[in-house]
């Protein structure tokens, strides 16, 4: 069978053609992590139990993750499960394909910074990657908290520090390089003894002052 497989440059011709209620900005600039906690509607610790590839009405094909949720961290929402949706994906024969887009596959259990639970958007999670926290066990199996790319997170710094790191750089803002701006990582890639997810966990809630 034919495999039909539309480019980058067809999906962004396609995206501005047609207007998608999202934030760019937020989608390629690198953010902080205060600014994730006090722009996302929802922020919650989960577990991917089925994804779902369709096309809407509008001949766009979007991935469905499901997830089930096992804690929450800012925000409300009334199920135990929720669907999120990310641009992109395979229906048949056709592909469509995002750069950049790392969608959450089945069994993997993270911490998701959601942007907006009404919006329609490219990507659902604040700062794309940014606001995408895989939680994995080490080998005593204690649950550490890991970028996207599998890298340790090792502390988060306060935003009054990164605006002082950030303030001796150029004033162009900086591109989205995956890790949020004051989120510390560990330098080797096999190095996963950064912080637990409780500890994640307590930094984010103090941050919003909810701490114990």
């Known amino acids: ?9 067809s999906i962004l011709v396609y995206l501005f053609l047609i ?9 390629v600039r690198q953010v902080t992590m205060d600014e994730m906690l006090q722009q996302c509607q929802f922020v919650f610790e989960g577990k991917v139990l ?16 499901t997830f089930k949720i096992q804690d929450i961290i ?9 669907i999120l949706s ?11 394909g995002v750069s950049d887009m790392k969608v959450p596959q089945v069994g993997e259990h993270g911490i998701y910074f959601v942007e907006s639970l009404e919006k329609s958007q490219v990507h659902p999670l604040y700062g794309w990657s940014q606001g995408h926290f895989l939680v994995q066990s080490d080998n005593t199996g204690i649950d550490r908290v890991m970028t996207s790319n599998k890298q340790a997170v090792t502390g988060v710094m306060k935003d009054m520090s990164v605006q002082q790191m950030n303030s001796s750089q150029k ?10 701006s004051g989120v510390t990582v560990a330098l080797k890639d096999n190095d996963n003894k950064g912080l637990t997810a409780e500890e994640f966990k307590k930094i984010l809630r103090d941050k919003m002052g909810m701490g114990q």
């Not at 800012?74 to 929720?82: D, L, V």
């Open 171 to 180: 004033t162009v803002p900086l591109l989205n390089k995956g890790v949020a």
């Open 86 to 96: 990310f641009l992109g994906g395979t229906v048949g024969d056709v592909t469509m």
């Open 19 to 27: 207007p998608i209620p999202y934030g760019h900005a937020a989608s």
């Open 74 to 82: 800012k925000g409300e929402y009334s199920s135990e499960t929720i």
């Open 1 to 9: 069978m034919y495999h039909k497989t539309l480019s980058l440059i």
């Open 50 to 65: 089925a994804l779902e590839a369709k096309e809407n009405s509008q001949k766009r094909i979007h991935t469905y993750v």
